[in-house]
């Protein structure tokens, strides 16, 4: 017997509850759908009159909330209250790389994913459905069905509930969440009552083609989805290798990826050669994974995955290392502009972001970054790059008169960043960016400049005639 689900909780209002909710509100209007988090800011952001103040940044984001916010969409900190009124519980809570204790590093921490299930266990009223949406290592359901059903609260025995736990991963990415949220390849639903599955999969069936729903038991739901960020992200790794052989070779990236990309078994999606994948999960998924191959012994398989991380880092810092080599061996006191700190587009997210680890690597070689962004706000930046020093250089024009070096900046306005710039660095692949006005930056800029293009957005032969040194990621045919 499948339970009809009328009222739902998803606890975490972050990147993934927020859009991923917001899609289910729209397209299930019959379905109340409180998001709750311990957050009061994030909460009251996600409230706010004002939607450009929404807590990220989704293209289409905005319209859903309009048609769902506080018809049947509903953002709180009432964490008890809402798991009491719900037939289902969305766990969607961070399950951050452990930075301390056993599996330093590696392992998943997952102390927020047990304090959402103990608070399920002391909340939940009657028969609760609980799904796993965080990315979890294979067996953490286990774990979860131990909280819920080991639960001694008399108000708890009182109220006889009970639980069925399932795994429903989600696959979306960042930048284009709505839409995978409305035509995703797949759903997959892991677990073990036929009737709890069926009840998640009645929700997806208002919007999702029924082929598309995939069952499986929990264990395989819960590997598939470390699986596939892993198979991405191997796939980046695999591209960045061969772009790097590309540039010593005389070979193209781009077109070494079209031609192994027609081919039907390998497909052309994902072979971007770039500055190395960010985002807040490929590493610690692939992390993840490499703990999980440890624990069972499986040192081969360990090492395999690790070696897609630890590529990724070599990348990231083969570029700054090579924009340090081209400026004449050093930067220091040089002006550079970087356009784009997110990890990606579309997002303002910078978890991760391949630009943190290069905007380190130059400050500490002496640079003044002027850093752009479209989406992501300075405040974040600093943090990122554990520095404050942006306020006291915000005015300052003439940097390179003052003697400074190892600075950074926000500028908003990407043609007064030319200014005198010695080097320009294009780190995420805006679209803006590939609207520049060659012309115009070439008469602002310190002669010699150089171009760098780790995202493959700009046109060669636009920058080369404007007398401006060009170079971009895995092109063997650049000076
Ligand atoms: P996030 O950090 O943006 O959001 C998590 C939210 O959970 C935060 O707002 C936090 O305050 C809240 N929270 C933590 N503990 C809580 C508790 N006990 N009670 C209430 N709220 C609590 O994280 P995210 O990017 O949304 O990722 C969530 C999960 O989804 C992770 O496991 C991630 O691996 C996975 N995932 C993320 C993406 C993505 O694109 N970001 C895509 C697929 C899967
Ligand atoms: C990724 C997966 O694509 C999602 O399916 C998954 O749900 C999500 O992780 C997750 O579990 O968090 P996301 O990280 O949001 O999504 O974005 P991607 O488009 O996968 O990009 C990840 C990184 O790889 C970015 O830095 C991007 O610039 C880089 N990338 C991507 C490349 O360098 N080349 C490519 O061809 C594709």
């Known amino acids: 017997m499948k339970i009809p689900i009328k009222n739902i909780c998803c606890i975490g209002a972050g990147y993934v509850g927020g859009p991923t909710m917001a899609v289910l509100a729209y397209k299930c209007p019959q379905i109340t759908i409180n998001v709750v ?26 319209e859903i909330i309009t048609k769902t916010r506080n018809k049947n969409l509903f953002f709180s900190i009432h964490i008890g209250e809402c798991i009491a009124n719900a037939d289902m519980v969305f766990i969607s809570v961070n399950t951050p790389t452990k930075t301390k204790g056993l599996g330093a590093g590696k392992a998943s921490d997952l102390k927020w994913v047990e304090a959402s299930a103990r608070q399920v266990a002391l909340h939940a009223k009657a028969h609760t459905i609980v799904v796993e949406k965080s990315t979890l290592p294979v067996r953490t359901a286990e774990v979860v069905t131990k909280i819920l059903k080991s639960s001694n609260n008399y108000e708890n025995l009182k109220r006889k509930s009970s639980f069925d736990i399932l795994s429903n991963p989600e696959f979306l990415s960042e930048g284009s969440a709505i839409d995978d949220l409305f035509n995703p390849d797949r759903v997959l639903i892991g677990g073990e009552s036929q009737d709890a599955m069926n009840s998640l999969g009645e929700i997806y069936k208002n919007w999702v083609p029924e082929e598309k729903i995939l069952y499986t038991n929990i264990w395989s739901s819960e590997l598939a989805k470390l699986t596939a960020n892993a198979f991405l992200a191997q796939r980046i790794s695999s591209i960045n290798a061969i772009g790097a052989l590309c540039e010593a070779t005389g070979a193209d990236v781009r077109e070494v990826a079209r031609a192994i990309g027609t081919d039907s078994r390998i497909g052309s999606k994902f072979l971007n050669s770039g500055p190395g994948f960010g985002g807040s999960c490929f590493k610690k998924d692939i992390l993840n994974l490499v703990y999980l191959a440890d624990y069972y012994g499986l040192k081969e398989v360990a090492n395999f995955w690790e070696e897609v991380v630890k590529l990724n880092d ?25 356009l784009g700190f997110s990890f990606k587009s579309n997002t303002n997210d910078t978890r991760e972001s391949a ?44 940097i390179q008169l003052l003697n400074v070096e190892g600075l950074w900046c926000f500028e908003e306005n990407i043609y007064n960043a030319f200014e005198n710039a010695d080097a320009i660095v294009v780190l995420t692949e805006w679209h803006e960016y590939s609207l520049i006005d060659w012309g115009i930056a070439s008469r602002k800029v310190r002669k010699p400049c150089f171009i760098f293009d780790s995202r493959s957005i700009l046109v060669k032969e636009d920058i080369v005639k404007n007398d401006l040194n060009f170079w971009r990621v895995g092109d063997g045919n650049c000076p």
């Open 37 to 62: 988090d311990v957050n009061q800011n994030r909460i009251d952001s996600w409230n706010s009159q004002d939607l450009s103040k929404l807590p990220i940044f989704e293209p289409g984001l905005k």
């Open 355 to 398: 630009a943190i680890n290069i905007c380190r690597d130059l400050i500490e070689e002496g640079a003044i970054l002027f850093i752009n962004d479209p989406k992501v706000e300075p405040k974040q930046i600093a943090i990122d790059l554990n520095k404050d020093e942006y306020k006291e250089l915000k005015d300052i024009n003439k």
């Open 314 to 338: 070599w990348h990231q810092h083969r570029i700054s290392r090579l924009i340090i080599k081209k400026l004449f061996g050093t930067v220091s006191g040089k002006k550079i502009c970087i």
